[in-house]
Nanobody
Framework: VQLQASGGGLVQAGGSLRLSCVVS????????MEWYRQAPGKQRELVAT???????IYTDSVKGRFTISRDNAKNTVYLQMNSLKPEDTGLYYC?????????????WGQGTLVTVSS
């Protein structure tokens, strides 16, 4: 399983970005897909989750501003980020937990950098 994240960049506060995570050798519709972020000097935190049934969960700080979605045909997960704030700056990682008969395995993308200037 491979996850390829992209879409990060430099944006002014109030702007928008859309992150993409293309998944290979696993189905985004069958597994829980998540976006994490890690700000400089801080621990990695969970930002948004989409489960196989399609329900979504967000951390409080991004509710109403970020939207996680997926395109099953493209096997891609997105994170639409609006009204960006400087505190949203960080490396954003996509994550998938895949269930096998032998147990669960976690897969991570390589991270894409989001920088929000004030």
């Amino acid at each position: 399983v491979q996850l390829q994240a992209s879409g990060g960049g430099l944006v002014q506060a109030g702007g928008s970005l859309r992150l993409s995570c293309v998944v290979s050798r696993s189905s985004v519709s069958s597994n829980t897909m998540e976006w994490y972020r890690q700000a400089p000097g801080k621990q990695r935190e969970l930002v948004a989750t989409i489960i196989s049934a399609g329900s979504t969960i967000y951390t409080d700080s991004v509710k109403g501003r970020f939207t996680i979605s997926r395109d099953n045909a493209k096997n891609t997960v997105y994170l639409q980020m609006n009204s960006l704030k400087p505190e949203d700056t960080g490396l954003y990682y996509c994550h998938s937990r895949v269930m096998y008969l032998t147990g669960a395995r976690d897969y991570w993308g390589q991270g894409t950098l989001v920088t929000v200037s004030s």
